[in-house]
């Protein structure tokens, strides 16, 4: 049950944010009455913490488990449509509610960081400058991720595949 609220919570939040989503919102979607709720997360503020968490986990490990640059940008693309915990992390992270704007952006930064470092250490071999690849690469991702919260998918995809092909030309040349 606990899961249930979660993944139904996290599709809401994602949708509509924090704001625009009430726990009788989750609770109906559950299938369950809205003091149920209650017996595994003590309030709304509580849940959205649970599954930022949640979220942000998933994501380091992602980034942690790949050796696939390009595979990671365009797997975001497929995670935005199919997967209401990614859609909620990158939702929250462009727009978190006041009471975990620090906290949220703090750990955004962290992913951001967790990326980069993740580049660096997969062109550490190539004659370019992994430092900026790395700075780069968060900016293309960065680029996506506007377009999938603002635009459209064909955007993304476009976006991508024309950020992706210049990253390959400059940072990818001498990579064994």
Not at 23 to 51: M, R, T, W
Not at 159 to 171: D, K, M, P
Request: aromatic share 14%; charged share 25%.
């Amino acid at each position: 049950m606990k899961e249930s609220i979660k993944q139904a919570a996290a599709s809401l939040f994602a949708e509509y944010g924090y704001a625009g989503t009430s726990l009788a919102q989750i609770s109906e979607n559950v299938g369950i009455k809205k003091p149920s709720i209650y017996a595994h997360y003590k309030s709304k503020d509580y849940l959205f913490k649970c599954i930022f968490q949640d979220a942000f986990n998933a994501e380091m490990k992602r980034v942690g488990e790949t050796n696939d640059l390009y595979g990671l940008l365009q797997s975001c693309l497929f995670l935005y449509d199919k997967d209401p915990l990614f859609r909620f992390f990158l939702t929250s992270s462009f727009f978190p509610p006041d009471f975990l704007r620090e906290h949220i952006l703090k750990q955004y930064n962290s992913y951001l960081g967790a990326l980069e470092a993740k580049v660096k250490a997969l062109l550490n071999r190539s004659s370019v400058n992994s430092d900026d690849a790395g700075v780069m690469y968060t900016i293309i991702l960065d680029s996506v991720f506007v377009e999938l919260c603002y635009g459209t998918r064909e955007r993304s995809e476009k976006r991508l595949n024309v950020a992706w092909r210049i990253f390959e030309q400059s940072f990818m040349k001498g990579r064994e």
